[in-house]
């Protein structure tokens, strides 16, 4: 290495969001930031499979998001 130059800074293995058909790169607890959203609302589990009232609870989650949405606004 010359004078002033600083080592390059290689990722080792960015690990991908842990739900199922995700491929997006994991934000927090391995999850990317939507999903990690989808598990703290209880639409996915910590392994990040769907749970079975997954339609009920998404319904939910839509409804929530646009009350958000309106009071943002």
Do not use: N
Request: proline share 3%; net charge positive; aromatic share 16%.
């Amino acid at each position: 290495m010359g004078k002033g130059k600083k080592p390059e800074m290689t990722v080792a293995g960015t690990e991908h969001c842990k739900c199922v058909g995700c491929k997006k790169t994991e934000a927090r607890f391995s999850f990317c930031d939507e999903h990690y959203d989808w598990f703290k609302f209880g639409l996915i589990t910590k392994t990040g499979q769907k749970v079975p009232d997954f339609d009920k609870k998404f319904d939910h989650y839509t409804a929530y998001l646009a009350k958000q949405k309106q009071y943002a606004a």
